[in-house]
């Protein structure tokens, strides 16, 4: 198994301000991935975020209101940019070790935007 | 493109009773299917998996077999504790290495 840290766990935070979320794990990885979970409402993929390369969004994203940094195999962090009530969400750093196809899950970080 | 269906709920069962949660696939190739569990105010576990056809996944006294012919992994538990209230999702992962969730279905057991 993988142990995967998000800071900070939650934060409640003001309209049109940004939030960047931090996601530390505990060995070397090349793929990981950013989900958004909305209140109620199942996972759905933000980007993919490879070392060396840029972050790969899904349909609904874009790179200005949700950069990507991934400096290392071993950390990542995503910025919810000018928020809005909408954006209150969980945001869960996942990552897919080669060795196994077994996904796993940081602990999330529980986003609420007054 | 890949898709997950499950059952909707909530599911409210008595303890001891027999659960069955249904979740379908739609993919290309031959996904890996798994049972994520997300137990009140905690983060998402894998439950169990399986990643070819007929195998079956177990944990917990969880089962679920990968059936190709109906494109099916049906989650079941013999006998359920109040302790397994959770929302659990079903998900695939494909060629593109992207895990993709069914919409979850929470399970309330009563004792």
């Known amino acids: 198994s993988a142990v995967i840290s998000q800071k900070p766990s939650r934060d409640i935070c003001q309209r049109g301000t940004s939030l960047t979320i931090q996601c530390q794990v505990d060995?070397?990885?090349?793929?990981m991935f950013w989900y958004r979970q909305q209140p109620g409402q199942s996972l759905t993929l933000i980007a993919t975020?490879?070392?060396?390369?840029?972050?790969?969004?899904e349909s609904g994203f874009v790179i200005d209101k949700f950069p990507i940094s991934r400096p290392n195999l071993t950390f990542s962090t995503l910025t919810v940019s000018n928020m809005s009530p909408e954006d209150s969400s969980i945001y869960l750093c996942?990552?897919?070790?080669?060795?196994?196809?077994?996904?796993?899950f940081g602990p999330g970080t529980r986003l609420t935007v007054l | 493109g890949n898709s997950v269906t499950q059952m909707e709920g909530p599911v409210t069962l008595s303890e001891e009773a027999f659960l069955t949660i249904n979740c379908t696939y739609t993919?290309?190739?031959?996904?890996?299917l798994f049972w994520y569990v997300q137990y009140p105010g905690e983060g998402l576990q894998l439950l169990l998996k399986?990643?070819?056809?007929?195998d079956k996944g177990s944990n917990k006294g969880f089962e679920a077999t990968y059936r190709k012919e109906t494109t099916s992994f049906h989650l079941e538990k013999g006998s359920v504790q109040v302790s397994d209230s959770a929302v659990y999702f079903c998900?695939?992962?494909?060629?593109?290495?992207?895990?993709?969730f069914g919409t979850g279905t929470l399970l309330a057991v009563q004792p």
């Open positions: 996942s990552l897919a070790p080669r060795t196994t196809d077994t996904q796993y």
């Open positions: 060995s070397q990885v090349t793929m």
């Open positions: 975020a490879n070392q060396g390369s840029e972050a790969t969004y």
């Open positions: 993919a290309t190739g031959y996904p890996s």
């Open positions: 399986a990643t070819k056809a007929d």
């Open positions: 998900a695939l992962r494909g060629a593109t290495n992207k895990l993709i």
